[in-house]
Structure formats: structure tokens, C-alpha cells
């Protein structure tokens, strides 16, 4: 891997964008839809670069790292362009709502970091561009209770490096 910004800067470079810009962006969210489902922060100590075993609680944000095309296209990597393939995965439980509202919630927060990205293409000028790729969700978890439910969601991007 050639230079500095390698796919763990990438990530790291991930994390920090989103530490100072999702909150603003959840808000902004939040008064958009005003129809009383709150997107609820996400804890700085619950962000992470790679997956967990176990995580120490939720709401929870994972950048993980899948891989870095050094050739991405003809050419390109005699100017030290590099791809890195990132995914932003989330993972919420329901705080005495309803199946609906937990996966609309889901939903939107994957949203707001999809937009942190689609308005800051360079994050702060440290990386040449981000494409947001696709966005998946899983199917809801739940205990036999029906009293606690999981939603987790995807957001794969593309970041484009130059070193």
C-alpha cells in the first residue's frame, strides 16, 4: 500500500467525520420529518473502527474496513490514487417503541450519514472523494418476549485516496 492513507486512515478519517457532524445532521432530521420519531444520538464511545464481539451497549456505529482496489482504474495508480471500500454499519434497540418505529428510525439514521458524506465529498479536504454505494437493512431481531428488538443498517462507500 502505497503512502500514509491507507484503508485504517480511511476508517479513522471516517469515524472523526462522523463524530462531528452526525449530530447536527440527526436534528436536522429530526425537525424535517416532525412526526415525533427522535433519532437518537450516538455515543462517541459506542463508534468503532472494525466489528465487536461485544459490544458495551447502543446505540452502536462500526466502520469496517472490506478493502482497497490499488489499480482502481487504467492508469490510475501511477498518480497514487487508491479506492477503499468501507462499510458504516449501525446497530439500534427499541426503547419501548413498536417494530415500525425502530426500523423507521434505522432507516433515517443511515440516511444522515449517507448525507454527512454526500455534503462533505472530501471530509474536509482528506480524502478526494466519497461515493455512497448502497444502503441495506437487516430483517428485525427480537427476544421471544416480543419486549426487545434489534434493527441494524449498511451504508457501503467508496473513498477515493490520493497518496
Not at 500500500?1 to 469515524?15: E, F, L, N, P, S
Not at 457532524?21 to 412526526?35: M, Q, R, S
Not at 468503532?48 to 461485544?54: H, P, T
Request: charged letters at 25%; one cysteine or more; aromatic letters at 8%.
Amino acid at each position: 500500500m502505497a503512502g500514509k492513507r491507507d484503508i485504517a486512515w480511511v476508517a479513522d478519517t471516517i469515524i472523526s467525520t462522523i463524530k462531528s457532524d452526525l449530530p447536527a445532521k440527526l436534528n436536522e432530521l429530526d425537525a424535517e420529518y416532525n412526526d415525533g420519531i427522535v433519532l437518537e444520538d450516538i455515543p462517541e464511545q459506542f463508534m468503532f473502527v472494525s466489528e465487536k464481539l461485544n459490544p458495551p451497549g447502543y446505540p452502536l456505529l462500526v466502520v469496517i474496513a472490506e478493502g482497497t482496489d490499488l489499480n482502481p482504474f487504467d492508469g490510475q495508480s501511477r498518480y497514487g490514487i487508491e479506492h477503499h471500500d468501507v462499510t458504516i454499519a449501525i446497530a439500534l434497540i427499541s426503547r419501548g417503541e413498536d417494530e415500525e418505529y425502530l426500523k423507521r428510525r434505522a432507516m433515517r439514521t443511515i440516511r444522515g450519514i449517507e448525507e454527512v458524506f454526500l455534503e462533505n465529498r472530501t471530509m474536509n479536504g482528506n480524502v478526494n472523494d466519497v461515493i455512497c454505494i448502497s444502503k441495506e437493512y437487516s430483517p428485525l431481531v427480537g427476544d421471544d418476549a416480543s419486549t426487545f428488538f434489534l434493527q441494524e443498517g449498511q451504508l457501503q462507500i467508496r473513498v477515493e485516496t490520493m497518496t
